[in-house]
């Protein structure tokens, strides 16, 4: 099963704090709901283990991350992969860091999943509301660590 999605997050802070945040493997690792571990394993790379619930599929699942930074391009990617439970995820999310002229800036995102096993068969509405949350809630998440720390 196929999902995307899109939004928008407003940062009370410049994209020089913004950036700041999102090379930090740690950092980006405190934005994602319900972690149980994390172990990271370069600048660019680290592991997680989240608890996840879909419908009546509920477990612990373990994902590779990967940051993919692209500062001259205003670009930030993440790849996650893994999964739990018989069901795999394949995401990649992604953000346009926008200054504004009130010196906040703009996360214009986007991510695409792929997902299969047990998970996929729950429905695609309960799939791609929780997903949309996740995605939402890490966004949601770094805006305001990052406000926190301007």
């Known amino acids: ?12 802070a410049d994209p020089q704090k913004v950036w700041d945040f999102v090379l930090d ?3 980006v690792a405190s934005c994602l709901p319900d972690t149980q571990e994390i172990v990271v394993k370069d ?19 373990k994902f590779n991350i990967e940051l993919v930074p692209d500062q001259a391009n205003n670009k930030m ?28 800036t703009l996360l214009d995102w986007q991510g695409e999943a792929n ?15 929780q997903a949309k949350k996740l995605i939402s809630t890490v966004f949601e998440n770094m805006g305001k660590k990052i406000g926190e720390q301007a």
Request: glycine share 16%; aromatic share 4%; net charge positive.
């Open 1 to 12: 099963m196929k999902l995307n999605y899109t939004g928008q997050e407003k940062v009370s």
């Open 25 to 27: 493997p740690n950092k």
């Open 43 to 61: 600048d660019r790379n680290f592991d997680a283990v989240v608890g996840v619930a879909v419908g009546p599929v509920r477990g612990k699942f």
């Open 77 to 104: 990617a993440v790849k996650l992969r893994g999964g739990g439970l018989g069901t795999a995820i394949d995401l990649t999310a992604s953000a346009n860091i926008n200054g504004q002229p009130d010196q906040t």
């Open 115 to 129: 997902v299969s096993g047990p998970a996929a068969t729950v429905g695609g509405r309960v799939l791609d509301a």
